[in-house]
């Protein structure tokens, strides 16, 4: 399961630096994620809370903030998609029909730019 194997990178990164800090417990973990990379934040979050379970992260609160892509013409024009970024990871057919859009410059398909990132923000840890 695609959720499984990225909860478990954010897991061994966040314990990673925990140690280093020597971490005696941690709080709260924000993650950014792009609206393109198809992760379920659901099913990400509950492969987190399982993975931490008996760890110093248990119980930690998992914070997501969506990142949205732009469009991009090779005139130069540059469009933000209008999904605010904070917005439902349910409306991808929105981002579909955004990526079918023309430049109204030039006339041009716009591409999509960004939106696949999967980033650890913060972590917020007790020492
Ligand atoms: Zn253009």
Redesign the pocket.
């Known amino acids: 399961m695609h959720e499984y194997s990225l909860a478990c990178e954010i897991f061994e990164t966040v314990i990673a630096i925990a140690d280093q800090n020597k971490a005696s417990a941690v709080n709260s973990i924000t993650l950014e994620i792009g609206r393109l990379t198809h992760v379920n934040p659901d099913q990400l979050l509950f492969c987190l809370d399982v993975l931490s379970g008996d760890s110093i992260a248990e119980g930690a609160k998992v914070n997501v903030n969506f990142v949205s892509p732009y469009g991009e013409?090779?005139?130069?024009?540059r469009e933000d998609t209008g999904v605010p970024d904070n917005a439902c990871c349910d409306d991808q057919q929105s981002l579909y029909e955004y990526a079918l859009m023309?430049?109204?410059?030039?006339?041009?398909l716009?591409q999509l730019v960004g939106g696949n990132e999967l980033i650890i923000q913060t972590i917020d840890i007790d020492i």
């Open positions: 013409c090779e005139c130069g024009y023309t430049c109204p410059v030039c006339g041009k716009l």
